[in-house]
């Protein structure tokens, strides 16, 4: 006998076996599972095409399970990835690192099927499962690159024309017109998911050779690239042109979309030319096999069952073994056990500072008030400068409720844009990273200094505060808070007085969030 294949309960069992591996996957999975569908109903972000994949993954996995017989068994060689695999993911949960956990997603699904299914089988289904990669919320690391590229590449294109312009990091000045930001929004990164999606959902569908999909791929992600430098170029020229009053720059999201649209029309040209080829018609003349045999000894009835077995225990096991904090986010953070009025600064009466404050999500602690200093008082024209300090603060960090994520901006960039950067060093070897601000309609102008505290280490940046988690897991601490100082004031060097106000209060605030995790740690909460 040259192969033996399980004919007893014929696609039904098929169906029980692989409903019985993945519903334990998706049981640990499912916190992880609940964050990511969340920034997929966010519309207005890079994912929010997320349910409309996950409908094309299913569909191009049934079509494979329709035009090919998938016959389960047992592979224990492909336990290894899977479990490494898990690993991966647990060790993404034991340091809060989402990102490690994203990554994991489709990996863990592949390698459960390929426990049952092998290689032969399983690679049939990596495109229509792997599509589903292009909406993990993990593509946010690329946005600076990207970023940084289209600033460049706008740079090199605004050098053709007579135009007067400087460039400071992703800000475009036009002299004596205004200023473009290449925010985050400006990076592509929409584009360049969608494209990417759309070039393997047609190779999956239309072409037979890996050479033709890989073309195809490699041309989606460059017209994507493209068409956001000619959206971004246009935008400033227009802007330029039109001394900044051009509808665009307020329509830039639609002009978009429209020039991502053209970018498809030469992209399916190519990808017709593709399918059309000799190769690709060789291929389809062949035909392939349909790669659904199974050793005898790995796919009768009995190792079905073992392989589901082993493959089902393994996902409930590692939700076992990891630790299980409270995973629910209080509706309204508790205040946090800090005064920093006194005899020198005395509250206002506001919750932020002329429209400013930060936007932070779910956090487990808040202070933020508004202040100002009493000896600055005077009776005629009462305070001359309104102060802000804020610190939000996790107990522990965990899904939706983590120092470093898309929700939390320290301003609105739709409402203030940046003026300057600058640095302050304060107490305890803390850095705080320093910006100007300016409204955008109101021409108000704030300075505001933060930092970031996460587990006793202090960071600046957002990737080195994620990273930081990695080392305090050495340590006895589970926290994370953004503490942030602001100023508004009339004819006062902003970064000075920052660093006046940083060297009187951080000593107050940094005990209180010191303490605070102490009595935590010695209440066993």
């Not at 290449?182 to 360049?192: D, E, K």
């Not at 790669?291 to 225990?313: C, D, E, L, P, Q």
């Not at 305070?383 to 802000?388: I, K």
């Not at 983590?402 to 929700?407: F, G, K, R, T």
Request: proline content about 4%; charged content about 20%.
């Amino acid at each position: 006998m040259g192969e033996t294949r399980v004919r007893s309960g014929g696609v039904g069992q098929a169906w029980v076996s692989f409903a019985i591996v993945l519903a334990s996957l998706f049981f640990l999975l499912w916190p992880t599972l609940e964050g990511i569908f969340s920034r997929w109903l966010k519309l207005d972000e890079s994912y929010s095409h997320g349910f409309l994949l996950l409908l094309v993954s299913l569909f191009l996995v049934f079509r494979v399970m329709r035009q090919r017989t998938l016959v389960p068994g047992f592979y224990p060689l492909w336990l290894v990835p899977f479990v490494l695999a898990l690993l991966a993911y647990g060790l993404g949960d034991l340091l809060r690192i989402q990102a490690l956990q994203h990554l994991m997603l489709v990996p863990l699904i592949l390698g459960a099927l390929a426990v049952l299914l092998g290689w032969k089988q399983v690679r049939w289904l990596i495109a229509p499962v792997g599509l589903l990669f292009f909406a993990m919320p993990v593509w946010d690391f690329l946005a600076w690159t990207l970023q940084l590229i289209t600033t460049e590449i706008n740079q090199l294109l605004l050098g053709l024309f007579d135009i007067e312009f400087e460039v400071e990091g992703v800000f475009v000045y036009l002299i004596g017109v205004g200023t473009f930001e290449i925010a985050h929004g400006c990076s592509g990164l929409r584009y360049l998911l969608v494209g990417q999606s759309l070039s393997l959902m047609y190779g999956e569908l239309n072409f037979r050779s890996f050479r033709a999909r890989v073309i195809l791929f490699v041309s989606s992600v460059f017209l994507a690239l493209f068409a956001n430098w000619v959206r971004v170029f246009v935008i400033i020229y227009m802007g330029y042109e039109t001394n900044m009053q051009t509808s665009l720059i307020e329509d830039h999201e639609s002009f978009g979309w429209w020039v991502f649209a053209a970018t498809l029309i030469p992209l399916f040209c190519i990808g017709r030319r593709l399918e059309s080829s000799k190769r690709e018609q060789a291929i389809n003349q062949e035909g392939d096999e349909n790669g659904a045999g199974a050793s005898s000894n790995r796919a009768g009835s009995t190792w079905v069952k073992v392989g589901v077995v082993i493959t089902a225990f393994l996902p409930v096991l590692v939700w076992a073994v990891l630790p299980s904090p409270n995973r629910a986010i209080e509706p309204e953070p508790q205040a946090l056990k800090l005064r920093l009025d006194g005899e020198r600064y005395s509250p206002l009466f506001s919750s932020d500072l002329e429209g400013w404050r930060p936007k932070v999500r779910n956090p487990d602690r808040v202070y933020a008030q508004t202040l100002f200093d009493r000896s600055l008082a005077t009776d005629q024209s009462g305070p001359g400068e309104s102060l802000f300090a804020a610190v939000y603060s996790y107990d522990y960090q965990r899904e939706s409720a983590e120092l470093i994520q898309y929700s939390n901006r320290i301003y609105d960039r739709e409402e203030w844009h940046p003026d300057g950067f600058f640095t302050l060093s304060g107490p305890e070897s803390a850095t705080f990273k320093g910006v100007t601000l300016r409204h955008r309609r109101t021409d108000n102008v704030i300075h505001l200094a933060y930092t970031y505290y996460v587990e006793g280490f202090w960071e600046t940046d957002d990737l080195r505060a994620k990273l930081a988690q990695v080392r305090g897991f050495l340590n006895s601490r589970s926290d994370a808070s953004l503490i942030v100082f602001a100023v508004s004031c009339e004819d006062c060097d902003g970064k000075d007085r920052l660093s006046e106000i940083v060297d009187s209060l951080m000593e107050d605030v940094v005990t209180s969030v010191d303490k605070q995790v102490a009595e935590r740690r010695n209440s066993g909460s």
